[in-house]
């Protein structure tokens, strides 16, 4: 699970290792207690260098900060297929009753 998780105060540099790393498009941004913060594309990414930006800078400003999610044990694979087919999602965060970040689904 940590391959997937990224801390809102990374650079995109750092992102963009973390991407490398999981091998996903998508990572799941969360602060230092692991409350969900976001979500962080490679498109977004993409968008931010295309505009010139410097890599050393912070992903705060680039990721969405309002993610589709589920909270743990309410969902089902018909809303799994949903998110990800209709909404073109590559991961969809699963939180606690205090949006702490406990698993992840990912589009396979």
Known sequence: ???YLIDKNATIKQALNKLS???EKCII???KQN???GTLSDGDIRKFIINHKSLSNKISNIYNKNPKKFLIKNYNDSKIEHYFINLRLEVIPIVDKNNKVVDAVLFS
């Open 21 to 23: 790393v999981c091998g």
């Open 35 to 37: 409350i969900l913060q």
């Open 29 to 31: 941004v969360v602060n």
């Open 1 to 3: 699970m940590e391959n």
